[in-house]
C-alpha cells in the first residue's frame, strides 16, 4: 500500500527537515499549515485552522493520510491556555480525519519539558530529574501541554485503531525562519551581530550548563527516527528520546561556534547574561546588517528566538538524554553535534540569511 503523509508544521524546523526525507524516499507528502508554503519540490499544501474543526472536513476533504506527523505547536501565554489551545489542536484533527479509517499511524513530536517541566515551571528545584533521561521516567505532578496532546493521540488511537509513536527531542538544530524555538539560527545572529560590532561572543546562560554534558538533535536525525518509526512493527506503540547521540559541554562547543564566525569569545563569568536583555534593542541593528549585506529577513524576530535559548542554556542542571531504547530496536542514526552547527551556519549563509 502507498504510504501518504500528513505532516502537521511542514515549514517548520521539523516538518520541513521530515518533508524532504519522506519524500526522498517516496512518500506521498501533504503538508498542512494555517499559511502553507510551497518552496519543497513534490510536497503538497494544504491550509487549514487546527482551531478551527467546521473547516478541516473540507480542507483534507481530498487527503486520506496513512500516517499523521504532528510536528507543530501554538505558544500561549500560560500552561493552562497551551493545554487548552494545543490539546484542541490534536483532537480536532485527528476528529476531521476519523471517518475516512484510513490513518494506520500517528506520531507526535514532544520534547524534554516532558521530564523537565513546562514553561511555566521550567527546570526549577522539586521538579529537577535524573539525568540521563530515560522514556520510563514517570510524569510529572504539573500541567504541561505535552500531557495533554499524547492523550488526545492515545484516545484518538483506541477510537480509531492506529498505532502511535511519541518522539522526545531535545534543542533541535536546523532551518525554519519564523521557527518559535531555534537555536542554531538564533546563535548565528548574535554571533553575527558580535562580528559586526566588534563585541565578544558572550555566553548568555548558567554555569551548571557552561561545565555540565549536553546534547541536542538534529532536524534531520529527527526526521529519520519518525520516519523509521511509522514503518517499524517493533517501534509501534512507544515513547522515544531522539539525540544526535554524542554529549559535549558548552564550554568545549563555545569557542569553536566563535571561531566559525571569526569572532573573540568569553565564557561564563559567574553571571548570567540572558540573550532576550542582550537582543532586546539589536533589532534596528540587524535592519542595518541585512541590508548592507543585502540579506533575505530582515526582521529580526522573525530568525532570533532568544527567550528560548535563554530557557535552554539557564537550566540549573546538566543535561543528557538516553538513547538506548530505539537504538536496541535498531534506530542507529548518529550525528556529530558540532557538524549540526557548522551545517546550519553554512546553510543560513547560502541562504542569504546570515553574512
Same mark, same amino acid.
Given at each position: 500500500?502507498?504510504?501518504?503523509?500528513?505532516?502537521?508544521?511542514?515549514?517548520?524546523?521539523?516538518?520541513?527537515?521530515?518533508?524532504?526525507?519522506?519524500? +526522498?524516499? *517516496?512518500?506521498?507528502?501533504?503538508?498542512? +499549515?494555517?499559511?502553507?508554503?510551497?518552496?519543497? +519540490?513534490?510536497?503538497?499544501?494544504?491550509?487549514a &485552522?487546527l #482551531?478551527?474543526?467546521?473547516?478541516?472536513?473540507?480542507?483534507?476533504a481530498?487527503?486520506?493520510?496513512?500516517?499523521?506527523?504532528?510536528?507543530?505547536?501554538?505558544?500561549?501565554?500560560?500552561?493552562?491556555?497551551?493545554?487548552?489551545?494545543?490539546?484542541?489542536?490534536?483532537r480536532?484533527?485527528?476528529?476531521?480525519?476519523?471517518?475516512?479509517?484510513s490513518?494506520?499511524?500517528?506520531?507526535?513530536?514532544? *520534547?524534554?519539558?516532558?521530564?523537565l *517541566?513546562?514553561?511555566?515551571?521550567?527546570?526549577?528545584? *522539586?521538579?529537577?530529574?535524573?539525568?540521563?533521561?530515560?522514556?520510563?521516567?514517570?510524569?510529572?505532578?504539573?500541567?504541561?501541554?505535552?500531557?495533554?496532546?499524547?492523550?488526545?493521540?492515545?484516545?484518538?488511537?483506541?477510537?480509531?485503531g492506529?498505532s502511535?509513536?511519541?518522539?522526545?527531542?531535545?534543542?533541535?538544530?536546523?532551518?525554519?525562519?519564523?521557527?518559535?524555538?531555534?537555536?542554531?539560527?538564533?546563535?548565528?545572529?548574535?554571533?553575527? #551581530?558580535?562580528?559586526?560590532?566588534?563585541?565578544?561572543?558572550?555566553?548568555?546562560?548558567?554555569?551548571?550548563?557552561?561545565?555540565?554534558?549536553?546534547?541536542?538533535?538534529?532536524?534531520?536525525?529527527?526526521?529519520?527516527?519518525?520516519?523509521?518509526?511509522?514503518?517499524?512493527?517493533?517501534a509501534?506503540?512507544?515513547?522515544?528520546?531522539?539525540?544526535?547521540?554524542?554529549?559535549?559541554?558548552?564550554?568545549?562547543?563555545?569557542?569553536?561556534?566563535?571561531?566559525?564566525?571569526?569572532?573573540? $569569545?568569553?565564557?561564563?563569568?559567574?553571571?548570567?547574561?540572558?540573550?532576550e536583555?542582550?537582543?532586546?534593542?539589536?533589532?534596528?541593528? $540587524?535592519?542595518?546588517?541585512?541590508?548592507?549585506?543585502?540579506?533575505?529577513?530582515?526582521?529580526?524576530?522573525?530568525?532570533?528566538?532568544? $527567550?528560548?535559548?535563554?530557557?535552554?542554556?539557564g537550566?540549573?542542571?546538566?543535561?543528557?538524554?538516553?538513547?538506548s531504547?530505539?537504538?536496541?530496536?535498531?534506530?542507529?542514526?548518529?550525528?556529530?553535534?558540532? &557538524?549540526?552547527?557548522?551545517?546550519?551556519?553554512?546553510?543560513?549563509?547560502?541562504?542569504?540569511?546570515?553574512?
Amino acid at each position: 500500500m502507498d504510504k501518504i503523509a500528513l505532516i502537521v508544521g511542514a515549514s517548520g524546523i521539523v516538518g520541513s527537515n521530515l518533508a524532504k526525507e519522506l519524500l +526522498a524516499t *517516496g512518500w506521498t507528502t501533504y503538508g498542512l +499549515a494555517r499559511n502553507p508554503k510551497t518552496d519543497i +519540490a513534490g510536497l503538497h499544501p494544504v491550509a487549514a &485552522d487546527l #482551531l478551527h474543526p467546521e473547516t478541516l472536513a473540507a480542507a483534507l476533504a481530498d487527503v486520506a493520510p496513512t500516517h499523521i506527523f504532528l510536528t507543530s505547536w501554538m505558544r500561549q501565554e500560560t500552561e493552562a491556555e497551551n493545554i487548552r489551545v494545543n490539546g484542541a489542536m490534536v483532537r480536532n484533527l485527528l476528529a476531521a480525519l476519523s471517518p475516512k479509517h484510513s490513518v494506520q499511524h500517528v506520531a507526535l513530536v514532544t *520534547g524534554l519539558k516532558h521530564y523537565l *517541566g513546562p514553561f511555566d515551571s521550567y527546570a526549577r528545584g *522539586g521538579s529537577l530529574p535524573a539525568t540521563p533521561l530515560r522514556e520510563e521516567q514517570p510524569r510529572l505532578d504539573l500541567e504541561n501541554f505535552y500531557y495533554a496532546q499524547e492523550d488526545e493521540v492515545f484516545a484518538a488511537a483506541a477510537r480509531d485503531g492506529f498505532s502511535w509513536s511519541i518522539h522526545r527531542p531535545h534543542t533541535i538544530i536546523g532551518q525554519a525562519v519564523g521557527n518559535l524555538m531555534n537555536m542554531g539560527t538564533t546563535l548565528a545572529v548574535y554571533a553575527s #551581530l558580535c562580528k559586526e560590532t566588534g563585541q565578544p561572543f558572550r555566553w548568555p546562560g548558567s554555569e551548571a550548563q557552561w561545565n555540565g554534558l549536553s546534547d541536542v538533535t538534529d532536524a534531520r536525525v529527527l526526521a529519520k527516527q519518525l520516519a523509521w518509526a511509522a514503518t517499524t512493527e517493533a517501534a509501534r506503540n512507544q515513547a522515544f528520546n531522539i539525540t544526535n547521540g554524542d554529549y559535549f559541554r558548552w564550554s568545549w562547543l563555545w569557542p569553536r561556534l566563535a571561531d566559525w564566525f571569526g569572532v573573540e $569569545w568569553e565564557g561564563y563569568d559567574g553571571t548570567v547574561h540572558p540573550l532576550e536583555a542582550e537582543l532586546a534593542d539589536a533589532a534596528d541593528r $540587524w535592519r542595518d546588517l541585512a541590508t548592507r549585506h543585502q540579506l533575505a529577513v530582515t526582521d529580526l524576530n522573525k530568525l532570533a528566538s532568544p $527567550w528560548h535559548t535563554d530557557l535552554d542554556l539557564g537550566r540549573p542542571i546538566e543535561v543528557m538524554t538516553d538513547m538506548s531504547k530505539s537504538r536496541q530496536l535498531g534506530f542507529m542514526v548518529y550525528q556529530r553535534t558540532e &557538524d549540526s552547527f557548522f551545517d546550519l551556519f553554512a546553510q543560513l549563509r547560502a541562504d542569504r540569511l546570515i553574512p
